[in-house]
T-cell receptor, first 114, second 109 residues
Framework: NAGVMQNPRHLVRRRGQEARLRCSPM?????VYWYRQLPEEGLKFMVY????????ESGMPKERFSAEFPKEGPSILRIQQVVRGDSAAYFC????????????FGEGSRLTVL | DAKTTQPNSMESNEEEPVHLPCNHS???????IHWYRQLPSQGPEYVIH???SNVNNRMASLAIAEDRKSSTLILHRATLRDAAVYYC??????????FGGGTRLMVKP
């Protein structure tokens, strides 16, 4: 399967713990995007990364959230000291280059904070 | 990015055509019209896109008004698997996709 792979698919954390979500883009894609979808809401852009660079993090909360896309390995979205409001589905998408609108999305990681 | 307006929900019978409308009266000349859909518990899936001319692919057709202020996604024969939220999005190359509320399509057997 050459699609966008996200793991874990489901993650449960207690308040104050850390959550790490991983995204492997489609083969050959070097641009990665993270979106968040709160229950019964639409998708909100969080961050856009190329290999080793954050291009646009305008949608990322200023505290507790960080993202990276190292030269080797998957992109990681890290949430420190999670709170109940972080419970959501986190989707990763990738594109070959600067996209012209067609993004390929993964199936998402669903975070539940107890 | 320019704003789009879609009905909150629509209903269709299985194996009948479905026309999903989208208004985008403030569209700019360089905005592409993209449609994505999101099936339950899945990530969004690209459906189709166009600039000025009508477009067809294996999934759907896109009809774009001559003045580009509206467009219609056409599913020629709805199946139960087409039940999803359909998003109409305007995008310039390199800008981030902004998802609105979309249209929830329900397909009745």
């Amino acid at each position: 399967n050459a699609g966008v792979m996200q793991n874990p698919r489901h993650l449960v954390r207690r308040r104050g713990q850390e959550a790490r979500l991983r995204c492997s883009p489609m083969k050959g894609h070097s641009h990665v995007y993270w979106y968040r979808q709160l229950p019964e809401e639409g998708l909100k852009f969080m961050v856009y990364l190329q290999k080793e660079n954050i291009i646009d993090e305008s949608g990322m909360p200023k505290e507790r959230f960080s993202a990276e896309f190292p030269k080797e390995g998957p992109s990681i979205l890290r949430i420190q000291q999670v709170v109940r409001g972080d419970s959501a589905a986190y989707f990763c998408a990738s594109s070959l280059g600067v996209h012209t609108g067609e993004l390929f999305f993964g199936e998402g990681s669903r975070l539940t904070v107890l | 990015d320019a704003k789009t307006t879609q009905p909150n929900s629509m209903e269709s019978n299985e194996e009948e055509p479905v026309h999903l409308p989208c208004n985008h009266s403030t569209i700019s000349g360089t905005d592409y019209i993209h449609w994505y859909r999101q099936l339950p518990s899945q990530g969004p899936e690209y459906v189709i896109h166009g600039l000025t001319s009508n477009v067809n692919n294996r999934m759907a057709s896109l009809a774009i008004a001559e003045d580009r202020k509206s467009s219609t996604l056409i599913l020629h024969r709805a199946t139960l698997r087409d039940a999803a939220v359909y998003y109409c999005i305007l995008i310039n190359a390199g800008n981030m996709l902004t998802f609105g509320g979309g249209t929830r399509l329900m397909v009745k057997p």
